[in-house]
């Protein structure tokens, strides 16, 4: 039986065009699911996009188009973003689809069945910008003297009819789900952050707005419109067809992995378990708060107009450098920031030279001086074993460091067994044997083509186009690339297709001054 592995990343706000930071927890994300499906589980990997709300209708006004013209359009460019960075969905959900709009009520009447919402009026704070109610002592303030949310976002006073969710009586429910399921919330900073936030005391929630209609309707009172963080969560269930939990895709829930960025930890750590408890549905098993990015040391933004399109760094880079770099510069949680320079440097130094050049000194080896045919294995040395173990540990090591969302640690670790390849090839020295013992050369060629194999099979996950042209370089064929694939070795005597580099080094064009 193939155990189900669910992963989904946050359905991105139609508001404005995807960036580097969107890519970031996709590409994330997609490393997990690619690593469990050669891991041979079964998954299912969600991502989409979250079309209502009021700041998704602002801009739609200011664009002057229909909101739902303007929600088809910039979701296209999601997805054609989501498709070029190699994202690996299994499904796009929109949240004006009608199996969204369906999901959405039913989480909503199910919620309220349980005597989880009451009518009410809200009165104070709200961040457009974050679509986010904030309470007077939460506020700081701006550089103007005004208060402001202490994302820096501005805020209204907002007063209008809504319908309310008690928040408030999950309190002690959800500080004995964390205690009792550490893992649930990831990485560490963040789970401090929301225990002290649920521990000062959780209001009411406001979920429900009726000062404008861009949403999907409270069932049983059309003047209302569900406030679109409740809207928005309930994606992770409708995309599995939910209420029907007869469709085949139930079988998904809970997930397992919610991946999502530091500025939205709040409302999937707090008020997604609060409202699937209140709704007496299974909690997702994780959630994982990835890091911030900056550009060249500064927050994106577009009035500094430092907006990085990871289309165009993929144009100049080369996808696989791109994802590479991205997970590979920070420990995955923690922040981070973009730099050209340093981009530049972890392709030449990481990329074409450690595995590039290792590759390549091997293979074209294979090609000079075996005739581009993949020698036997034979008896190994100690020095050979030692090698092929390192690389014969890593799928355990690595399931045990992407389970716990360590996606910078797993790259780690197969470094250090590229590193140990360049230093086995340096001290055996293959192009010398050629001469003194040959089939000594051949022993030791076989154990890097071995090696390298094993590299390239775990490494597919980060880098899938790359690692597709190496494998087959290596002689590896579409049915020997799973994971469980690597027990068996290859059959000696396969003809090797002539090597090519598969990471060139970059040089910055010369300034022209
Ligand atoms: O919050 N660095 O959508 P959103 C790292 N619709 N990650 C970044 C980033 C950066 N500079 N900028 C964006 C929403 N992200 C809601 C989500 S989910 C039910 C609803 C990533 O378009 C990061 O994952 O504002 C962040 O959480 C997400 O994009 C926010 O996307």
């Known amino acids: 039986m193939t155990r ?29 699911a690619r690593f469990h499906r050669l891991a041979g589980d079964d998954v299912f990997f969600l991502t989409g996009t979250d079309e209502h709300g009021q700041k998704v209708e602002q801009a739609a006004q200011a664009a002057g188009v229909a909101p739902k013209a303007f929600a088809d359009k910039v979701s296209d460019d999601f997805r054609s973003m989501a498709d070029a960075m190699a994202i690996s969905y299994d499904d796009f959900i929109r949240t004006t689809e009608p199996r969204h709009i369906k999901g959405a009520q039913a989480l909503w009447q199910k919620v309220a069945e349980n005597d989880a919402i009451y009518l009410g009026a809200y009165e104070g ?34 007063k209008e009819p809504s319908y309310f969710f008690r928040l408030s009586a999950f309190q002690d ?44 309707p409270v069932p049983g009172d059309e003047a209302h419109v569900m406030y679109v963080w409740f809207d928005a969560l309930a994606n992770y269930l409708s995309a599995l067809d939910y209420p029907d939990a007869s469709a085949p895709r139930a079988r998904f829930w809970p997930a397992s992995q919610h991946l999502v960025g530091k500025d939205i930890a709040r409302f999937h750590a707090i008020y997604w378990p609060a409202f699937l408890m209140a709704a007496g549905i299974e909690l997702p098993k994780k959630i994982f708060a990835n890091g911030w990015w900056t550009v060249e040391g500064q927050k994106m933004s577009k009035s500094l107009g430092n907006v990085v399109d990871p289309r165009d ?18 420990p995955f949680g ?54 092929l173990n390192h690389v014969a540990v890593l ?42 013992d040959p089939e000594r050369m051949n022993d030791v060629l076989r154990v890097l083509v071995d090696a390298l194999r094993g590299i390239a099979t775990m490494l597919q996950p980060y880098m899938p186009q790359s690692m597709d042209r190496m494998l087959t370089q290596l002689g590896v064929t579409e049915e020997e ?17 002539a090597p090519q580099g598969i990471f060139p080094r970059y040089v910055e064009a010369a300034d022209p001054a």
Request: glycine fraction near 8%; hydrophobic fraction near 40%.
């Open 4 to 32: 189900p592995f669910y992963v989904t990343t946050p359905i991105y706000y139609v508001n404005g065009a995807p960036h580097i930071g969107h890519a970031y927890t996709s590409i994330a994300a997609d490393v997990l």
């Open 125 to 158: 704070w709200y961040a457009l910008r974050d679509e986010c109610f904030y309470g007077e002592d939460e506020l700081i303030e701006g550089p103007d003297g005004q208060k402001v949310a202490p994302t820096g976002a501005p805020v209204e006073w907002v």
């Open 173 to 216: 429910r959800l500080l004995a789900h964390y205690e009792a399921n550490p893992d649930f919330l990831g990485p560490h900073g963040m789970k401090r952050e929301i225990i002290s936030f649920v521990k000062q005391g959780l209001r009411d929630l406001s979920i429900s707005r009726t000062s404008f209609n861009w949403g999907i």
């Open 313 to 330: 760094l993929v144009q100049e880079f080369g996808l696989d450098t791109v994802r590479f770099f991205l997970l590979r510069e920070v």
């Open 334 to 387: 923690g922040d981070s920031d973009l730099s050209r320079k340093s981009l530049i440097m972890r392709n030449n130094v990481e990329l074409a030279n450690d595995l590039g050049n290792l590759a390549q000194r091997t293979l074209s080896l294979v090609a000079r001086n075996c005739g581009g045919v993949l020698p036997e294995r034979r008896t190994l040395t100690e020095e050979d074993t030692q090698l």
């Open 395 to 436: 799928p355990e090591l690595m399931a045990s460091q992407l389970d716990r969302c360590a996606l910078t640690d797993a790259l780690e670790d197969v470094w250090k067994v590229i590193r140990a390849c360049n230093a086995y090839i340096d001290h055996q020295a293959p192009w010398a044997l050629k001469k003194t």
């Open 481 to 497: 690339r799973m994971f469980a694939a690597l027990e068996t070795p290859l059959p000696g005597g396969r003809v090797l297709p």
